[in-house]
C-alpha cells in the first residue's frame, strides 16, 4: 500500500471538497468539478491563479464565485 | 502565462475580453484606469466632490470604495443591516474590519431598529424579497446622503450587474426603464441626490481579483434570499455569450449608452415614468417622491396592516 496525494478542490459556493489525482492544469479542474471558469477565480494561499496553472499533487485550491444575485 | 503589460513578471489574472493578461501590479495599473475612465468619460465624479459609498460587505462595493479611497475622493461608507440571521452579521463585520483597515467608522442603518427588516417586511408586503430591498436601500442611501450633505450616492453595480439588467430591460421591452438605465443619475432639486456606479466598465471577476489581491477580506457567500433573483438568470446567459465571445459584455452596455442609440434619453431626461416636474415631499415623512407618498412609507404602511391584522388574529 501506498499513500496517493491528491489535489483537492475546495468549492466556496456549494461549501463542499472534492479530490483528483494530479498534477493537473486549473482549467481540467473545474471542468471535473463542473464549474465554469468565467463564473469564478481560483486561489491558493495568497495566490490567484491562472487557468492554465499546473497544479501539483498535495494541493489545496480554492474556488470562489464571483457571481452576486440580486 | 506572462504579464502583457510589463512582459516579465507571471500573470496572475487573464482577461480574454481585453485580450490581455497582467502581473498583480499591472492588473491594479490597468483596473484603476477602468475605473476612473468610465468616471471621467461620464462624468460622474468631481474632486471635490462627497462621497457617500454604499458598501454591503460584498467585494465590488469594499473594492470601490478602496478605489475611491486610493484616488482621493472625499468618502463615507453607508452600511445598511438587512436584517437577515447570520448573514447581516457577517456582512457587517467585513464592512466594519475593512473600514478600520482605512481609518473609517462605517454609518449603520439598522433595518431592524428603524421596524422594517427585510424578511419580516417581504413576508408581510407579500413581495419579493429584493424587491423590498430595494426600495428599502434606495431610501436610505438618499436620506443618510441627503442629511449627511453629501453631494454623490456610489454603489458598487459593475458591468455584470448592469448587462443583466439591460437584457431583462430589453427581454421585457421596459421602456420606461430602458429610459432611465444609466450610470449616472442626476441629482434633483427637492431633495434627490445624484447617484453612480463608477464600476461600470469592470467585471464580476475583474473586481473580485482585485479585491483578492488587495488583500480585501470580503463576504464571499451570497445573500441568502436572492436564491432565486430573475437577476442570476440574465447573467448565467451573458457568461455563456462571454466565454464563446469574450468582449461581447463590454459592446453591448458601450452600444446601449451611446447617446444616439434612441432606446434612452440623455440622463438629464431620465426621470421616472410617473414623474411631473420636481419631485414633491412625502406627506408621511418628509422624502422626496413623485407620488403623494414615497414607496418607502407605502411599504412600511402595508407592513404595519399586516402586523395589526396578524396581532388582532394572536388575541382571537
Not at chain 2, 73 to 79: A, D, R
Not at chain 2, 104 to 115: D, R, W, Y
Not at chain 2, 163 to 182: E, K, S, V
Request: proline fraction near 5%; charge should be positive.
Amino acid at each position: 500500500m501506498y499513500n496517493v496525494r491528491m489535489i483537492t478542490v475546495r468549492l466556496s459556493q456549494k461549501k463542499k471538497a472534492l479530490e483528483f489525482p494530479g498534477p493537473r492544469r486549473v482549467m481540467d479542474l473545474l471542468a471535473e468539478a463542473g464549474v465554469r471558469p468565467t463564473t469564478v477565480i481560483v486561489t491558493q494561499g495568497r495566490k490567484l491563479l491562472t487557468k492554465d496553472h499546473r497544479v501539483e499533487d498535495g494541493a489545496t485550491i480554492d474556488v470562489i464565485s464571483v457571481v452576486s444575485g440580486g | 502565462m506572462k504579464c502583457k503589460r510589463c512582459r516579465r513578471a507571471d500573470a496572475a489574472v487573464e482577461l480574454p475580453s481585453h485580450h490581455a493578461a497582467f502581473c498583480s501590479d499591472c492588473f491594479f495599473v490597468f483596473f484603476r484606469r477602468q475605473v476612473t475612465e468610465g468616471i471621467r468619460k461620464l462624468r460622474l465624479l468631481a474632486p471635490d466632490d462627497r462621497v457617500l459609498v454604499c458598501v454591503s460587505g460584498g467585494k465590488d462595493s469594499l473594492v470601490l470604495w478602496d478605489v475611491l479611497i486610493d484616488e482621493g475622493y472625499e468618502t463615507e461608507g453607508l452600511y445598511i443591516d438587512l436584517g437577515i440571521d447570520g448573514y447581516s452579521g457577517r456582512s457587517k463585520e467585513k464592512v466594519l474590519a475593512y473600514a478600520a483597515s482605512r481609518g473609517k467608522t462605517p454609518i449603520v442603518v439598522e433595518l431592524a431598529k428603524e421596524g422594517i427588516p427585510i424578511p419580516e417586511a417581504s413576508r408581510c408586503a407579500r413581495m419579493q424579497e429584493c424587491a423590498v430591498c430595494g426600495t428599502v436601500k434606495r431610501y436610505f442611501f438618499n436620506r443618510v446622503a441627503a442629511e449627511g450633505k453629501f453631494t454623490v450616492v456610489a454603489t458598487g453595480h459593475n458591468l455584470d450587474d448592469e448587462t443583466a439588467r439591460l437584457l431583462g430591460n430589453l427581454l421585457h421591452w421596459q421602456r420606461d426603464h430602458l429610459a432611465r438605465q444609466h450610470p449616472l443619475l442626476p441629482g434633483e432639486d427637492g431633495g434627490l441626490v445624484r447617484k453612480v456606479k463608477p464600476l461600470w466598465r469592470v467585471s464580476e471577476v475583474e473586481t473580485a481579483a482585485y479585491g483578492f489581491l488587495k488583500g480585501i477580506d470580503y463576504v464571499t457567500e451570497e445573500c441568502p434570499m436572492s436564491e432565486d433573483a430573475t437577476s442570476l438568470v440574465y447573467k448565467e446567459a451573458l457568461s455563456r455569450i462571454e466565454d464563446r465571445m469574450p468582449g461581447t459584455r463590454i459592446v453591448f452596455y458601450k452600444g446601449f449608452l451611446d447617446p444616439s442609440n434612441p432606446l434612452r434619453k440623455a440622463p438629464e431626461a431620465a426621470a421616472p415614468p410617473d414623474a411631473a416636474g420636481t419631485p414633491q415631499a412625502c406627506t408621511a415623512c418628509g422624502a422626496p417622491t413623485y407620488a403623494e407618498t414615497c414607496s418607502f412609507c407605502r411599504l412600511k404602511e402595508r407592513v404595519r396592516k399586516a402586523r395589526t391584522l396578524r396581532a388582532a388574529k394572536v388575541t382571537r
